[in-house]
């Protein structure tokens, strides 16, 4: 691993306290996001806290020992994030069960992509209430990755939906983040094939 990549989780762990932290707490404090489009019902968007540092692409860990240490669960992580009491040391890049052999590098790229666009998606969704609507190139689209459901987003990044489950499995007609990613949200990678995108023609917070 890169020398570098300690002082630069160094850095990230200060942007997340002091900034990017604070945007998605907005987000998570202002109820629902409604999205109205053409061409399908509204979407309504929750961003429950859990759901944070898998957007950012980091996981949090018990210990240093890579060969002792145990994942911290997100909602903790995310209270340690707030109240800056982060040890860089036990944070590592975010990888899915379906992708633990991806390579290191790939997965810093990837979270550094995430940190990149992060704090601007957050902002640009949390100011909503400030506007008459959204950016004019924003659109849902159907998703090509399982099990995304939708993405919602703009020419420079895209947010990956999944339906909100209850305590009991039960799928809910509300939409929770799953995926954060630097690319157009229109990207042959985001959107299922054969599908046309719905363009964003209001947002609002209810």
């Not at 240490?69 to 209270?79: A, L, N, S, T, W």
């Not at 020419?155 to 929770?176: D, E, F, R, V």
């Not at 094939?193 to 209001?202: C, D, E, M, Y």
């Amino acid at each position: 691993m890169s020398s570098g990549w300690s002082g630069e989780k160094e850095d990230w762990a200060r942007d997340l306290h002091e900034d990017v932290l604070p945007a998605y707490e907005r987000l998570a404090s202002s109820g629902i996001l409604r999205l109205t489009c053409f061409g399908r019902p509204n979407i309504d968007i929750l961003f429950p806290r859990y759901r944070f540092p898998h957007l950012v692409g980091l996981s949090y860990y018990s210990c240093r020992d890579k060969k002792r240490r145990v994942k911290i669960p997100d909602r903790e992580f995310y209270k340690l994030i707030g109240d800056g009491d982060v040890d860089t040391q036990r944070m590592d890049y975010t990888h899915e069960r379906n992708d633990r052999g991806t390579n290191v590098h790939t997965r810093h790229d990837n979270t550094s992509n995430k940190m990149t666009v992060a704090l601007r998606v957050f902002l640009e969704l949390r100011d909503l209430h400030r506007h008459d609507g959204w950016e004019v190139d924003s659109a849902i689209v159907d998703s090509g990755q399982n099990p995304i459901v939708i993405f919602t987003g703009t020419s420079s990044w895209a947010l990956g939906l999944c339906h909100q489950m209850n305590s009991n499995g039960k799928t809910l007609p509300t939409y929770i983040p799953r995926s954060l990613v630097k690319e157009d949200v229109r990207s042959s990678r985001n959107m299922k094939k054969g599908t046309t995108a719905s363009r964003v023609i209001f947002a609002r917070w209810i």
